[in-house]
């Protein structure tokens, strides 16, 4: 059973840093992506960046490159997201989900509808 599980959620102050974990455990093989995303009280849910874990290949959505950088550990089955110089609109609730057939096309989406499996998510704040 695929699973995946958040964490590094908390409180932080604005200009601060903060990286986020995705452990990924039930995978048979490395065809999939993981992607992040978030999620701000009252709006929709966004697309914030995604990796292909056989290549290490990475996306990010338009408005999201610069300040978050994501990464993975193969030794770990771990997905970061570090998130740098935050601000309080990036309060959010982040949540990290898996597209099984992420390796396939010419890069990774950030559709959420793209992916199958979700974690719980782990939620940031910012203080400003």
């Known amino acids: 059973e695929v699973q995946l599980v958040e964490s590094g959620g908390g409180l932080v102050q604005a200009e601060g840093s903060l990286r986020l974990s995705c452990q990924a455990s039930g995978f048979t093989a490395d065809g999939y992506a993981i992607g992040w995303f978030r999620q701000a009280p009252g709006k929709e849910r966004e697309g914030i960046s995604c990796?292909?874990?056989?290549?290490?290949?990475?996306y990010y959505a338009d408005s999201m490159e610069g300040r978050f950088t994501i990464s993975r550990d193969s030794a770990t089955n771990t997905v970061y997201l570090q998130m740098n110089r935050v601000r309080p609109e990036d309060t959010a609730v982040y949540y990290c989900?898996?597209?099984?057939?992420?390796?396939?096309?010419?890069?990774?989406?950030?559709?959420?509808?793209?992916?199958?499996?979700w974690g719980r998510g782990t939620e940031v704040t910012v203080s400003s």
């Open positions: 989900a898996a597209d099984m057939y992420g390796a396939q096309g010419y890069r990774c989406s950030v559709y959420e509808l793209q992916y199958q499996q």
């Open positions: 990796i292909r874990v056989h290549d290490g290949s990475t």
